[in-house]
């Protein structure tokens, strides 16, 4: 089985995104993931976002890449990068999550880094599936 690489990076909206906002950014990365081969999260908490994304090496990267690059959002931070067996996000080209009370939690991650690491964990495991229901927890 090929490795799977995992970026997870948290940043600060540069505006506030309506609903409308976040379905053309899903829908759009649901199209070029596909073509990718890459799966994920996004998590926005109405001011911060963060996301995991898994896949080839190459790709991930490049995509991390233009992802720091886009305006709509700043101070993006890339928090963890792995290798893993298998993929977390499989089934999800996109995943989404709209959770304001993370909000604190990505702020931190933003500003303290010395704390980043398992406040990082935390939020990760909060953009999981559940394994038995395959939706977010």
Known sequence: MASVFQVF????????????????????????????????????????FAQVLEGPQAAVRELARKIAADPRHSAVRFLAESHRNERDYADWPMGYLHDVTLEDDLETLLMIPDRSHAVAADV???????????ALR
Do not use: K, W
């Open 9 to 48: 990076y948290a940043s600060r909206a540069s505006t506030a995104f309506d609903h409308a906002s976040i379905e053309s950014i899903l829908q759009a990365s649901r199209d070029n993931n596909a073509a990718l081969q890459v799966t994920g999260c996004l998590l926005y908490s109405g001011h911060c």
């Open 124 to 134: 990760m495991e909060r953009m999981r599936p559940d394994p038995v229901m395959g």
